[in-house]
């Protein structure tokens, strides 16, 4: 607010001026001094409404409890253990994958016939009905959602560079053919979908079935960021924290006020029977090595066998909005007329899944008597320079100031915990 002597012209006095005047400096006198004790004020207030109840203040949370929500939406990025408690049913899922190949395929929630279904489609239609119904407990009615869901299986762990899902047919059509491509065609088309030249999911998800005993392959999420140029690209603290529930930001380390210079990178680790959900415009990456990012190179070829050592079996489910269009070319199993009950213990219930807490990585749990001043990670990048959004291969960013690589490696190496660290934007 303007102070009273801005507004009080050189040549005149107090004594010249009208009441109304008088009355008008009065008021932002007040307004001045209610800036002043605004905070104090508000502090105070929110003492009094938390006092004597069971609500800690959010500053006292503890980290390993805190969520993590993306800028994309109030969304968090979540992983539930003992979504698939039976290991023989996992193996029953894990050697059908094997056989059925590596395509993706198709196919419309929720499904009315089992007749003709294979055991991955009732296996993922299982578990989005579980999450549906904790939707409706949560929220007092169900709507009646469909979806395309969109699936594919890998058994192996390979290094999958960073990349965000997309309509994958419809973007190399885009590569091929731009002149054809009409962007206000395509927004009005895919409404819920269509960004920034591509069609992303609703949301991705990994099920983790098999996971061999010298695997260190974390799924490697980025949150609010679509490419590799975005891995570059600074947002403001609003941005970044819009629709936090959390007090996770607060313990970002060496964070601007004004400007979010950092990088969340989200780990989750490969564990047997373990869901992980993300935004479907999330980058994600799956390094092997593990510690690829920081190695300057990698020599021969990785081991794949024996499976029980080496193996990382998982299916791989993207939803997208079922009053569009699915997946261009992508082969699709449409809904028949209802018939064959479906079975509804071929996934724990909802009430049985166990939500994996993420923990904040600062520092590493071992100091070093010498640490490394080298502070770089490299973060490889999938496709060409459209979709990478960046000219080159990998996008250079800095480790956490205090613990370094270490709190990378240490994270990236992790057997079951999910961890959250923040990378800082090379300068």
Known sequence: PLSATRVIPEDRNMNALNPLHITFLFFLAICRLFSLF??????????????????????????????VNTPHTSHVVQVWDNVLESNDYRNELHHYAAESGLGHKCFSYPI?????????????????????????????????????????????????????????????????????????DLMTRFPATYKNGYRYPIYGHVLYLHVGSEVKGPTCIFPSRSSGGDLLRSFSNEEQNHGNESDCSSQRNNASDNKYDHVQLITVPAKAGRLLRFHGRDLHAVPRPHDLWMLPFVKGSPETEPEDIWG?????????????????SVPLDLNEEEGNQIEENLCNKFEEWNEASVFPRTAPSVQSDSPSTNKSVKVWLLGNDRRRGYPMRTVPLHATEDGGREVVREALEEESLVSIIWLRQSK
């Not at 508000?42 to 009094?48: D, E, N, P, R, V």
């Not at 239609?125 to 009615?141: C, D, F, P, S, Y």
């Not at 594919?152 to 390979?158: A, H, I, L, N, P």
């Not at 990382?312 to 269009?325: H, Q, T, Y």
């Open 312 to 328: 990382r079996s998982v299916i791989l489910f993207n939803v997208w909005p079922g009053d569009e269009d699915p997946p261009l």
């Open 38 to 67: 605004e905070s104090p004020i508000l502090s105070f207030a929110s003492a009094l409404s938390t006092s004597g109840s069971n609500v800690s203040p959010q500053s006292t949370l503890p980290t390993s409890s805190c969520k």
């Open 112 to 184: 009315q016939n089992r007749d003709g279904k294979n055991i991955i489609e009732l296996t993922l239609n299982a578990i989005l009905t579980q999450m549906e119904e904790r939707e409706e407990n949560k929220n007092g009615r169900r709507a009646a959602k469909q979806y395309f869901v969109e699936y594919w299986t890998r058994q192996e762990w390979r290094h999958i560079e960073a990349h965000a899902d997309v309509d994958e047919n419809l973007a190399k059509f885009h590569d091929a053919n731009p002149s054809e491509m009409e962007v206000d």
